[in-house]
């Protein structure tokens, strides 16, 4: 057979397939928290003040590691894929393939070690083009090598190998608040929007009484309307994604290979 991108595009298809599968679920949790665990307020006349909390709040979805490990395990096996396909296109039989590997490496000497065998099965166009993508070559532009995209898919492949990605669905902020008197008008009122811990109980605004027009001698209705979110988040993985949203690394690490295997395709594969 012949040399082929189509292998490489199926596994990157079925990282997509995986990716799909992830936000559904957390956007499933997320409704979760909001239909089955509702608000809690608690009106505190004395200082004039309403407070608005979560109530209980829904648990992470043991599947969430998982799935990440799936979606990174399909680009890093991509990434190989592609090598072989490499190889095979350069005139070696596919039995080659079976210790090949895209080496990914932050550091010039790591990939010196691991270039060797490659070099020999891969064409010079191929090989440049490999070592251009490295993470230590962000070094060059005064970035960290460890920050890389590409570092991030093979650091997060090895850790799953070996234990479960640390994947924490805890923390939300408030979108929006505001008020009506009487079925008037909404009235907005300013909240802290930055991420906080999602606990049972956590505050999610404090109202200042005072400052509500009330009508003296009217029933004065007052409704609260808002809304908030909650993300997953991934943490301990030694690399530039610790503490950012799952779904947007994953994203970026996808979009990343995407382009990899794009470039390979454009320039060594014919069309």
């Known amino acids: 057979m012949g040399a082929s991108i189509v292998g490489v595009r199926n596994k990157f298809k079925r990282a997509e397939d995986h990716l799909a599968e992830l936000q559904g679920s957390i956007q499933r949790w997320g409704t979760a928290v909001a239909e089955r665990e509702p608000f809690t307020i608690d009106h505190q006349f004395e200082r004039k003040r309403v407070v608005i909390r979560h109530g209980k709040v829904s648990p992470n979805d043991p599947a969430w590691p998982l799935i990440v490990g799936d979606i ?7 990434l190989d894929h592609l090598v072989c396909q490499l190889a095979v296109l350069n005139g070696n039989d596919v039995s080659c393939c079976d210790g090949t590997h895209f080496p990914i490496c932050v550091h010039k000497s790591d990939f010196r070690k691991a270039d060797k065998r490659l070099k020999k099965l891969i064409s010079p166009e191929a090989f440049a083009l490999i070592e251009d993508l490295q993470p230590y070559k962000a070094a060059d532009e005064g970035k960290r090598p460890i920050a890389a995209l590409l570092w991030a898919v093979h650091k997060l492949d090895i850790i799953d190998k070996h234990r479960t990605l640390l994947v924490v ?4 902020r408030a979108t929006d608040l505001a008020y009506t008197l009487d079925g008037g008008t909404p009235t907005s009122i300013d909240i802290d929007k930055s991420w906080r811990p999602l606990e049972d109980g956590t505050e999610i605004a404090s109202i200042d009484l005072s400052t509500v027009p009330f009508k003296a001698g009217a029933e004065n209705k007052m409704r609260m309307q808002g809304g908030t979110e909650a993300q997953v988040f991934i943490y301990e993985t030694g690399c530039g994604c610790d503490g950012q949203e799952v779904g947007k690394v994953m994203l970026a690490c ?12 454009s320039r060594c594969f014919p069309s």
């Open 72 to 78: 990174i395990h399909n680009l890093r096996s991509a």
């Open 169 to 172: 669905g805890k923390l939300f």
């Open 254 to 265: 996808m979009s990343r290979v995407s382009d990899i295997i794009g470039q390979f395709e």
